[in-house]
């Protein structure tokens, strides 16, 4: 496609979109995606292009990669794959969006549907063997099934889920803003209403951020001038907020960063938009006073450029050491063009340096540009960031790589099961109490990445004060520092959050080894910041842990604490 073409279609989705010479009602034709083919997460400009170009539409999607429809037992273990692990097949294909309760165990949505199930460990404490259960459906709201793809999320810290929007909803792209809360000890949905006003009336793969007062933040994927609110999880009602404010006043693509400070970044993917520039924008959000303020500046342009047409932007991932890793989303489509390119903020000093390009081995022949246009990563507990990139936007196959404290990028193994038939927006990492990262890919089959370093010490919670006699069934207190974590985990930026960065509590009884885990609650505080945190929560055993001398843990974001010896009884 030429720069002239894309020009042209970017100019009409801008105007289908309402940003620029408004006039074009929002249609609802809504796209048709081929068998085989997972729907793509597309910003809004450029998906109400495709719309009115059908021709568009059919040459885009039939460049994208098939899925696999076999395959889906676990593969077999080789030297290549070795430090990913297959977990026991899911009950049904499409596994996207996975979540931590805050039980340890892990809730997936079979994407586009209204079928959610978990994933117990084994007595081990290990997700690969362990088992799959079916959970209570999405309910149907106003007449209408809600069965999202791309949708903002977040576990409360009152241990509920919440979802919300969806770019498509039941396989049709219609940027719903239906939502809902889910109670894991009810295992029953409920519906949550939208934020009033009309820019509320799509909030579709709308960017999300729990803050450190644990309070909800939301954007709206298509308000123009840009949206948020925050929701009061006793009365699911919504409360208007700041939203960011350079250049365009809009932030489809966006995605939302907890920092150490407990500000909010934003990268910006629209500045500039009007004279076909490249952004360079950050902002960032105090909820102190509910506005947005500059960031600074990236020393490159981190969003896809303009004449590529795609607005994606890639994950931003917060490591322990105070500084934000900024992935780009260069797809590669302007003559010479140079790699994706990263960027990293430090917070303390609110500056930003120039990172490594992303390594050019994507491609059939592994020599050509990878990127993150909709992609994963994942702050390891040894302080790597791992992370997946394909060429162009989600071209088959997908690799995967570490981005280190040292600021260098090495490719590592990929997983057995389907990388090599999958785009990186194909997949959703999510950060496991024990250590290891699973990975979801749309197939049946999630996989676990056992990072190569043990993890360090420094960013381990620290249990202050715990009863040393534990009852089974009884509620209690855990006080400590860094409960939290140093990070929220995984990170995507809009379309999925998957942040872990609250406390989980492990007991491991001393006789057998077995691995319990409790359910942690009422947070007092979500924040990030591995200097002065002091957190506590609430917890209970399950009725089936084993009783005797065992050894308690807290772990955040896969970091165990020191142990601490209890009864249980």
């Not at 948020?228 to 006043?249: E, K, V």
């Not at 990563?377 to 989600?394: H, I, M, Q, R, T």
Request: charged letters at 10%; hydrophobic letters at 40%.
């Amino acid at each position: 496609m030429s720069n002239e073409v894309r020009g042209s279609w970017i100019v009409a989705g801008l105007a289908a979109a309402g940003l620029v010479a408004a006039g074009s009602a929002w249609a609802e034709g809504p796209l048709q995606v081929p068998a085989g083919v997972v729907a793509p997460p597309l910003s809004v400009t450029k998906a109400k292009y495709f719309e009115s170009h059908p021709a568009a539409w059919t040459d885009f999607v039939a460049r994208l990669p098939r899925q696999e429809t076999q395959g889906d037992a676990a593969p077999n273990d080789t030297s290549a794959h070795r430090a990913w692990e297959a977990v026991a097949a899911a009950p049904e294909r499409g596994l996207c969006n996975p979540l931590l309760l805050t039980d340890g165990t892990v809730m997936v949505h079979r994407c586009s549907s209204p079928r959610w199930f978990k994933l117990t460990p084994d007595i081990a404490g290990n997700y690969a063997d362990g088992t799959w259960t079916k959970l209570a459906s999405l309910p149907v709201i106003g007449g209408v099934q809600y069965a999202p793809q791309y949708n903002a999320s977040a576990v409360l810290p009152d241990g509920r889920v919440i979802i919300e929007g969806g770019e498509y909803n039941g396989g049709s792209a219609v940027w719903t803003n239906l939502g809902a809360i889910y109670d894991p000890v009810a295992n029953k949905w409920t519906p949550v209403t939208a934020p009033s006003g009309s820019q509320w009336s799509r909030i579709g793969d709308a960017q999300s951020v729990v803050l450190a007062n644990g309070s909800f933040m939301l954007g709206s994927c298509c308000g123009n001038p840009d949206v948020d609110a925050i929701l009061n999880p006793s009365t699911l009602t919504w409360t208007s907020t700041g939203a960011p404010n350079a250049g365009a006043n809009y932030q489809d693509e966006q995605g939302y960063t907890l920092l150490p400070d407990n500000n909010v970044l934003t990268v910006d993917v629209w500045t500039n938009y009007a004279t076909q520039g490249n952004a360079t924008n950050a902002e960032q959000y105090s909820p102190l006073t509910g506005v947005w303020t500059s960031a600074g500046n990236t020393p490159v342009s981190l969003p896809d450029p303009y004449a590529c047409g795609t607005f994606e932007m890639g994950p931003v991932a917060l490591r322990g050491d105070g500084t934000a890793v900024a992935f780009g989303a260069n797809t590669g489509c302007v003559q010479g063009a140079t790699s994706d390119p990263t960027a990293i903020y430090n917070i303390a000093a609110g500056t930003w340096i120039a990172g490594p390009f992303v390594p050019s081995t994507c491609g059939s022949g592994s020599t050509t540009q990878c990127d993150l246009a909709d992609a994963p990563a994942a702050v390891e507990p040894d302080g790597n960031v791992l992370f997946a990139a394909s060429s162009g936007f989600g071209n088959s196959p997908t690799h995967f790589f570490e981005f280190s404290p040292t600021n260098t990028i090495t490719q590592v193994a990929d997983p057995a099961a389907h990388s090599a038939n999958s785009g990186a927006y194909y997949y959703n990492f999510l950060v496991l109490p024990n250590g290891q990262i699973l990975s979801t890919d749309f197939s049946k089959t999630a996989e676990v990445y056992t990072p190569s370093r043990r993890p360090g010490t420094k960013w381990a919670p620290v249990v202050e004060h715990v009863s040393a006699t534990l009852v089974r069934g009884t509620t209690y207190s855990v006080r400590g520092k860094r409960l939290n974590g140093v990070s929220q985990g995984a990170y995507y930026g809009d379309d999925a959050q998957d942040a872990t960065n609250y406390p989980i509590v492990k007991v491991v009884n001393t006789a057998s080894g077995h691995v319990a885990y409790g359910r942690t609650v009422n947070f007092v505080s979500m924040s990030v910041d591995p200097k002065t945190q002091h957190n506590s929560a609430q917890f209970s055993l399950p009725a089936g842990v084993e009783t005797g001398a065992s050894s308690f843990y807290v772990v955040a974001n896969g970091i165990a604490s020191a142990p601490v010896s209890v009864t249980v009884q």
